[in-house]
């Protein structure tokens, strides 16, 4: 039996993602640290599902932790990440080896990035855990104008991952 996207939303009981798609938190550690870089305490991860279906988009938008996505259902997705000194690349997200798939990929604190579903009328499962944890205290997302300041190199992925205005 197939299972659809609005099956794992219903199942899962996701809600809206402010950068895009839908989310649900699954585990946070109970041990909690003081990290240099982030205000106050953290878990040492979190970790939740993730599902963006291929009308969507998970738009540009940056951490202060890593986050290591792992790859559960549906179609491959790419990671688009541009990293701390402004290098594009992107990561496929999937269980098609032959493909270019990985069935984890890590995205490093500081990068900027997003993510969409290669396949149409699809959609993508998968996991995601942030060390430190995650608070969205840390979470930011970019317009297009801001990107365009410091990397008017990569103008066309910026103007199809970014918001023309954060809602």
């Known amino acids: 039996m197939k299972i659809e996207a609005k099956q794992w939303i219903e199942f899962l009981q996701m809600e809206k993602h402010p950068e895009g798609g839908y989310y649900k938190s699954s585990f946070t550690s ?3 640290m003081e990290f240099a870089a982030h205000d106050g305490e953290r878990p040492l991860y979190t970790s939740i599902y993730f599902l963006l279906r291929s009308e969507d988009l998970s738009h540009f938008h940056r951490l202060k932790s890593d986050e290591l996505w792992y790859f559960h259902a549906g179609s491959a997705l790419t990671v688009h990440m541009i990293d701390e000194e402004g290098e594009y690349r992107q990561e496929r997200l999937g269980i098609g080896i032959a493909d270019g798939g990985k069935p984890q990929v890590l995205v490093k ?3 900027i ?6 396949s149409e009328n699809s959609f993508s499962l998968v996991g ?13 997302l970019f317009t297009q104008q801001q990107l365009m300041q410091d990397y008017p190199q990569h103008q066309e992925i910026i103007e199809r991952l970014a918001y023309e205005d954060i809602p």
Request: charged letters at 25%; a negative charge.
């Open 109 to 111: 604190k500081g990068s």
């Open 128 to 140: 995601c855990m942030v060390a430190p944890g995650f608070d969205f205290k840390d979470f930011e």
């Open 30 to 32: 109970i041990n909690q």
């Open 113 to 118: 990035f997003g993510s969409t579903v290669d």
